[in-house]
Structures are given as C-alpha cells and as structure tokens.
C-alpha cells in the first residue's frame, strides 16, 4: 500500500514557541492531505484539509492563525502549531490518498507533541 | 455519513477468531462500510471495505447482512499484535476525500494469552 510519513514522530516544545509538523506521501502524490488530532482516551477528529496549491480548508472550531497549514508539493503538507500552550498537546496524525483507484485512506504514524 | 454504532471494548483469546460487530441502521444505498483499526500510539491502518458482498483478504473478512443495517468484522485467528481500537465508518468512496473521515469512538480489542 502507499505510505505516508510524518516527522517528528515525537516533540517536546517550551509554551509560546512554534512546532512544524512534517506529512509527506512517499510513493505517490496527493493533491490533498487531512490533518487530524487525537487527545488522550478520545477518537481521532478531523482539523483541516490541506489543499496543494490552495488555502487548507479547517474544520468549525479550529483556528486556522493558530494552526498553520502549507502544501507546497503534491507530496508534503505541512502543519504549524504557533505559540504553543500545554492544552496544544496531543496525537496529531496526517493522512493522504491516492488522487485515483483505491479509496482507502493512508496515515501517517503520528507526532506526539507535548508541551512544556 | 451514516452513522456507526459499535460495542466500546470487547477480549478475545489469542488463536480465537475475533468478531466484532458494527451497526449501521441509516446506511444509504451507494455507501460502503471500511474498517479501520489504530493500535496504541500509531496512525490508523485500513482493514478493509464492502459494499453489500462479504469481502475478505490476508487481514479480515468482513460480513455484510443482507439488509446492510450491520456488519462484522472477523479477525480469524487473533493475535497479541492485533489489540487495537477498530473503527468501523460508513462513507461514499470518494477518492478525492477518502482520507476525509469521520470516527467514532471504536472498539477496543484487547487480546490475551
């Protein structure tokens, strides 16, 4: 199957410092790539949609200033968290798909961000 | 998407076959029914799909009843690597946004000797 990797896969960061999040498609492209977190004991929900070429699309109650998303390539979408606070702390995970054929969704292992 | 309803934990002895059950009442005609599962601290990992027809391939097999208001996830011989949560979503397989999901709270397998 296709994979995605994300990088780091763990980060401990200082309160009111910025964390870039690397998702990247590594054998195929995605012109689209989903952004999701997952809090401690809870399900995975969905933040934003990161579109390549175009501004991401976020979900109602995200903040699109404080979570900053580029998809510069059609195989790496980035996520920013800026000015980071301990409740930011959490299991962001990314996922991609093929743009044709399967239809099954490919996730990236997770960045786990703590901070401080 | 259809809603999904499913049992929030359930054990199985290694060896045993694992049934998982998933409620889908309000599944509409061109959705289908994916399986997902997410072991502890890593990104979920796709099992498999089906329309109406049971599917299996190397990792499950999945029942689809006739009426399409529930199905089952059988994992025909357990193992200790296959304690997760199982996440089973109902979704029309677009494949622009198959990665566009929305999950529910799952089942947690646990797997023991």
């Known amino acids: 199957g296709a994979v995605v990797s994300q990088h780091p896969s763990r980060v401990i960061c200082k309160s009111g410092t910025s964390v870039k999040i690397e998702c990247r498609s590594l054998?195929?492209?995605?012109?689209?790539m989903f952004w999701y977190r997952q809090f401690p004991k809870q399900s995975l929900m969905l933040m934003a949609t990161?579109?390549?070429?175009?501004?991401?699309?976020?979900e109602q109650g995200v903040e699109k200033d404080k979570f900053l998303i580029n998809h510069a390539s059609l195989t790496l979408s980035t996520l920013t968290v800026t000015s980071a606070h301990p409740e930011d702390s959490s299991f962001y995970i990314c996922?991609?798909?093929?743009?044709?054929?399967?239809?099954?969704?490919?996730f990236g292992q997770g960045t786990r961000l703590t901070v401080v | 998407d259809a809603k999904t309803t499913q049992p929030p934990s359930m054990d199985c002895a290694e060896g045993r076959a694992a049934n998982l059950p998933c409620n889908h009442s309000?599944?509409?005609?061109?959705?289908?029914v994916y399986w997902y599962r997410q072991i502890h601290s890593q990104g979920p990992q796709y099992i498999i799909h089906?329309?109406?027809n049971n599917e299996t391939n190397e990792m499950a097999s999945l029942i689809i009843t006739e009426d399409r208001k529930s199905s089952t996830l059988i994992l025909p011989h357990a193992t200790l690597r296959d304690t997760a949560v199982y996440y089973c979503?109902?979704?029309?397989?677009?494949?622009?946004?198959?990665?566009?999901?929305?999950f529910g709270t799952g089942t947690r397998l646990q797997v023991t000797l």
């Open positions: 996922s991609a798909n093929l743009d044709r054929g399967n239809t099954e969704a490919f």
């Open positions: 054998d195929f492209q995605a012109t689209t």
């Open positions: 990161s579109n390549e070429g175009s501004k991401a699309t976020y």
């Open positions: 309000t599944i509409s005609g061109n959705e289908y």
């Open positions: 089906g329309l109406k």
């Open positions: 979503i109902v979704r029309v397989p677009w494949t622009g946004t198959a990665s566009k999901l929305t």
